[in-house]
């Protein structure tokens, strides 16, 4: 990496800022669903990861929460307080729209690059929690999973969903094929917009995303003072990125779920 790791992330922060209208015009629905007490938008496998723990009354940071509906799913569980981090304004509106509407509004939201977070949040919370589509965006792996260990007490559970590094060497298509290095790490750039949801591009505001490995991914995790308690791939489309590589005959690695503890 040849520039300082905040040349990317505020290009790309501002990047999820012009694309925060686009991605609530598309959720509109959300403001209503949130209401039900059965709301639960976790992703079935991340679900059955966040069961195997008493989340009762559990103080719960979410890391680059986005809209927050994942955390107000953990909200709706039982979990106590519930703070979510994100550094996009725009997204960290909606998140506080959609937790009032929810009927939780006591849940807690900071708006700030998460290279920059405040001390005050460090060694608060008995669950870190990253889903989907987050690991990408940071130019400093090591540096990034060291801040979320940081927001732990001792003993806490940092828990995760996120796009298997094999699927960073695809590329979208019919069929979604490969097209580069598994050891690519030159940051990437990308100005065609971030609606994964209808995938449609539009001329849009530069980002930059970065390809992590899965040792890079785990041997973070052994620098800090985080112990791999479970590990699982996916052969599932969580990211809605080259979802059509589950239904074909060699499923490539697309997803996985994992669960750390920091030492007591
Ligand atoms: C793909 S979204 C996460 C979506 C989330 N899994 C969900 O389903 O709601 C990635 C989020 O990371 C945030 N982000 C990217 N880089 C960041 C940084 N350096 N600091 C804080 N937030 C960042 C973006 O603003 C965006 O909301």
């Known amino acids: 990496m040849d520039r300082d ?5 505020e290009r790309t922060i501002a990047s999820w800022d012009e694309a925060a209208p686009i991605h609530r015009q598309i959720n509109s629905d959300l403001v209503a669903k949130v209401a039900s007490p059965a709301f639960n938008a976790l992703e079935p496998d ?13 103080s719960v940071v979410q890391v680059c929460c986005n809209n927050g509906k994942d955390l107000l799913s953990i909200g709706k569980k039982g ?7 994100d550094g996009s304004r725009l997204f960290i509106e909606q998140a506080r729209e959609l937790a009032s509407a929810a009927g939780h509004p006591q849940m807690e939201f900071a708006c700030c690059d998460i290279y920059q ?14 889903t989907v589509g987050v690991l990408n965006w940071m130019p400093d792996l090591c540096r990034f999973i060291q801040i979320c260990a940081s927001l732990l007490k001792p ?12 699927l960073n060497m695809y590329e979208e298509g019919e069929p979604s094929h490969i097209a580069q290095s598994y050891f690519d790490r030159r940051p990437y750039r990308d100005d065609g917009g971030l609606d994964y949801f209808t995938g449609r591009k539009y001329q849009a505001r530069e980002n930059y995303y970065f390809q992590h490995t899965l040792s890079d991914i785990l041997t973070a995790a052994i ?3 985080l112990a791999l308690c479970s590990f699982r791939e996916l052969g599932k ?16 690695p697309m997803a996985f779920v994992a669960s750390w503890q920091k030492s007591s």
């Open 5 to 9: 790791p905040s040349f990317y992330t």
């Open 46 to 58: 991340f679900d059955t990861l966040v069961s195997e723990f008493d989340l009762q009354g559990k």
């Open 79 to 85: 979990a106590g307080r519930c703070l979510g981090i």
């Open 117 to 130: 977070l405040p001390e005050r949040y460090r060694g608060s919370f008995d669950f870190a929690v990253i």
């Open 155 to 166: 003993g806490g559970r940092l828990l995760m969903e996120e796009i298997h590094p094999v």
């Open 223 to 225: 620098s800090t003072d």
């Open 237 to 252: 489309n969580v990211g809605n990125y080259c979802a059509d590589l589950e239904r074909t005959e060699c499923v490539p």
